[in-house]
Nanobody, 118 residues
Framework: VQLQASGGGLVQPGGSLRLSCAAS????????MGWYRQAPGAPRELVAT???????NYADSVKGRFTISRDNAENTVYLQMNSLKLADTAVYYC?????????????WGQGTLVTVSS
């Protein structure tokens, strides 16, 4: 199983970006999908998660600005980020719990850099 994240870049404060993360391989299904981020010198933190039922969970710092969604048929998770702030600058990582014929485990994407700067 491999995860490929994309969509990061440079954006001005107040701008928007949409991140995508697709899982590929011998996947029978997916469970919880999520986005995490790590700013320089800081620990990795949860941004948002979405269960297979569609139930979502957000960090307080992004509530009302970010929206997580998923496409189960494509094994893909998205993060729509609006009203971006300087504090949102970080490397964003996706995590998808995948079910394969061998096991059920979390897989991480390689990270995509989001830089919010004027």
């Amino acid at each position: 199983v491999q995860l490929q994240a994309s969509g990061g870049g440079l954006v001005q404060p107040g701008g928007s970006l949409r991140l995508s993360c697709a899982a590929s391989g011998s996947i029978l299904g997916t469970k919880v999908m999520g986005w995490y981020r790590q700013a320089p010198g800081a620990p990795r933190e949860l941004v948002a998660t979405i269960a297979s039922s569609g139930t979502t969970n957000y960090a307080d710092s992004v509530k009302g600005r970010f929206t997580i969604s998923r496409d189960n048929a494509e094994n893909t998770v998205y993060l729509q980020m609006n009203s971006l702030k300087l504090a949102d600058t970080a490397v964003y990582y996706c995590k998808i719990e995948c079910v394969t014929i061998l096991n059920r485990k979390d897989y991480w994407g390689q990270g995509t850099l989001v830089t919010v700067s004027s």
